[in-house]
């Protein structure tokens, strides 16, 4: 079992930059891939990044590539979310997801964190 708390969601301008943390209880953390998600008022959840479970592959969404940047540090039990160059459409609440296998997390994780509010202001 593994928990997960997101962190730093919040108000931000077109063109800025944002991180979003996500921090996952257990000890085991470094076996699972992580992943983000996010959904937007009135829209389904959609799949934004992931990332393997020592760091050596990530996979991004079209829409966010060149923009957004996942990484994490096991030694922490941490994985981030870098946005920059953020814009309207970006608005969303933010999920964090974990799931021992890498083709899982984008499909069908088995565990989400709560969630964190990111809004974008134009």
């Known amino acids: 079992q593994v928990q997960l708390v997101e962190s730093g969601g919040g108000l931000v301008q077109t063109g800025g930059s944002l991180r979003l943390s996500c921090a996952a209880s257990g000890r085991t953390f470094s076996r699972y891939a992580m992943g983000w998600f996010r959904q937007a008022p009135g829209k389904e959840r959609e799949f934004v990044a992931r990332?393997?479970?020592?760091?050596?592959?990530?996979y991004y969404v079209d829409s966010v590539k060149g923009r957004f940047i996942i990484s994490r540090d096991n030694a922490k039990n941490t994985v981030y979310l870098q946005m920059n160059s953020l814009k309207p459409d970006d608005t969303a609440v933010y999920y964090c997801?974990?799931?021992?296998?890498?083709?899982?997390?984008?499909?069908?994780?088995?565990?989400w964190g709560q969630g964190t509010q990111v809004t974008v202001s134009s």
């Open positions: 997801a974990a799931d021992v296998l890498y083709t899982s997390v984008k499909v069908s994780p088995n565990y």
């Open positions: 990332i393997s479970s020592n760091g050596g592959n990530t």
